[in-house]
């Protein structure tokens, strides 16, 4: 693929900006510096009250597409406004205080062109503090061509359990924009990305996830996800009740509040034989959905369910519980699955200390999570 080719396809990357003055320039900087070179760089800034603005004027580049807005939209519209101001024909998502790797356009769209049933992929991150060289950052970032980790059927098992979508590291074809009413939420402040994400898995599109680590995410203070536990709180149940009900149809409205009770440990279940009873039926409703429609990896999703229903029930005698679940697959299927007691006892020990945490300390003196 010839990089500097009138041919190759346009990359909209979207950079919505709101008073980024302190990180703003190593941003656009990674992004200018890609080695693919057909860009165009989506700015809009929610009138910002420092020198965001000045900053990136400062940049001569013709690629840059400056827009100020006249009254402040929110991250959400102002999104939003980004994206319908977008022409490319692939998506590149960048926030105002992460770094891109030079080869992350490149890497990315090359998956893509490589994949024409292929709607969009995100890759993994570098997480990192305000006080770390560049130098470092950019050691730890890919450069190596794209290894796909996951795909849309392994992604969806991760996705009952833990979220593996990135947002600031997403790529996609734009064509699938027009599928969506809203792809931002308004109402919501922290978690509208991840609701974005649910909208996708709704319509069942090919999505990856690559192992290679193309963004590093910037960790401080100012970070949208960390200024309000109780918004954080709120969203994500709101985020995890539409996400479960996208990938599970048949859910209850108890199986839905049930299953984020035992995923975000804040309201453990009580471990009696009512709670077993709906563990194992919920499970097994699983196992059986995914038979019929083929939404889930099989053979992931079984491991999956199976050492959660570990988990759940202690690490002691749990064999004889689990043959409840063999009504499509025999214990001896899912045997080579409960091996691994010591990784399970750390996870387990993990998720206990987390849960009192809860429980005495109360939410709010948690330490805080990663956007």
């Known amino acids: 693929m010839s990089k500097d080719s009138v041919t190759s396809p346009l990359i909209s990357v979207i950079l ?18 890609q080695t693919y070179k057909n860009l ?18 400062s940049y001569t580049d013709k690629r840059i ?37 030079p080869y992350r356009a490149e890497g990315m769209l090359k998956v893509l062109l490589e994949n024409k049933d292929l709607t969009g992929l995100n890759s993994k991150m570098f997480y990192f503090d305000t006080g770390i060289s560049k130098e470092m950052i950019y050691k730890n970032l890919s450069i190596s061509e794209p290894v796909v980790a996951l795909n849309e059927k392994e992604l969806a098992v991760e996705n009952l359990f833990d979220i593996s979508f990135l947002h600031p590291t997403i790529m996609y074809r734009s064509s ?14 922290v978690t509208a990305d991840s609701l ?22 910037r960790i401080h203070e100012t970070n949208t996800s ?44 009580s471990y009696t034989g009512k709670t077993n009873e709906w563990i194992i039926h919920y499970y097994n409703m699983i ?40 009504y499509y697959h025999s214990i001896e299927e899912l045997k080579p699955y409960l091996e691994s007691d010591a990784v399970l006892l750390k996870d387990w020990f ?12 109360g939410n709010k003196k948690l330490p805080k999570d990663k956007k």
């Open 65 to 101: 597409k400056l827009y100020l807005n006249e009254k402040n939209l929110g991250i959400a519209n102002n999104t939003n406004k980004a994206l319908s101001l977008a022409t490319g024909e692939f998506i590149m998502m960048q926030d105002h205080d992460d770094i891109s790797s």
């Open 226 to 269: 960390k200024n309000d536990l109780n918004v954080n709180y709120r969203e994500d149940t709101i985020m995890l009740q539409s996400l479960l009900k996208a990938m599970l149809p048949f859910a209850t409205e108890e199986d839905i509040n049930n299953h984020i009770a035992v995923r975000k440990r804040n309201d453990v279940l």
């Open 16 to 33: 919505p900006t709101y008073n980024g003055e302190k990180y703003i320039a190593e941003t656009l900087e990674s992004v200018l510096n």
């Open 350 to 361: 993990k998720r206990f200390s987390r849960a009192m945490k809860w429980y005495f300390l």
């Open 287 to 326: 196992i059986k959905y995914n038979l019929e429609s083929n939404v889930f990896d099989h053979e992931i999703l079984l491991k999956k369910l199976a050492v959660k229903f570990k988990i759940f029930l202690s690490l002691s005698n749990v064999l004889t519980p689990l043959k409840a679940l063999k």
């Open 196 to 217: 974005l994400f649910v909208q996708f898995m709704a319509l069942r599109i090919k999505w990856y996830v690559l192992e290679n680590k193309y963004v590093a995410y």
């Open 176 to 189: 699938v924009l027009k599928l969506l009413d809203t792809p931002y939420t308004p109402e919501l402040k």
């Open 40 to 57: 165009e760089v989506i700015i809009v800034d929610d009138c910002s009250t420092d020198t965001t603005i000045k900053i990136i004027k």
